[in-house]
């Protein structure tokens, strides 16, 4: 089954540090560069950071360059996000999906569903 499953969310203080995996499954990962997104109650879904498939190059947006880091493992075909000195403006539903461009990020639609994603709640 071609998927992609989201975890390691949760409740985090501001300041606080959560680690994001995705674990992919069905499709070569190791060919695609990889994307994490998030989505806001009642806002669109934006693009966080993305990531070449050999890890050479990784694009944040503004918002958290310096706070999140991204990479992959191709040999267990996880992708991970660690969010560090979180803010309240974090909070959101982060998903992955393999990245039709780097940056501006746009996700590889029709190759893989979106998962389920991972909910960060971030409180002050």
């Known amino acids: 089954e071609v998927q992609v499953v989201e975890s390691g969310g949760g409740a985090a203080q501001t300041g606080g540090s959560l680690r994001l995996s995705c674990k992919a499954s069905g499709f070569d990962f190791a060919r695609y560069g990889m994307g994490w997104f998030r989505q806001a109650t009642g806002d669109e879904r934006e693009g966080v950071s993305s990531?070449?498939?050999?890890?050479?190059?990784?694009f944040y947006r503004d918002s958290v360059r310096g706070r999140f880091t991204i990479s992959r493992d191709n040999d267990k075909n996880t992708l991970f996000l660690q969010l560090t000195s979180l803010k309240p403006e974090d909070t959101a539903k982060y998903f992955c999906?393999?990245?039709?461009?780097?940056?501006?990020?746009?996700?590889?639609?029709?190759?893989?569903?979106w998962g389920r994603g991972a909910q960060v709640t971030v409180s002050t």
């Open positions: 990531i070449t498939w050999n890890s050479d190059e990784k």
């Open positions: 999906a393999p990245v039709r461009t780097l940056w501006p990020i746009t996700p590889l639609e029709g190759r893989v569903p």
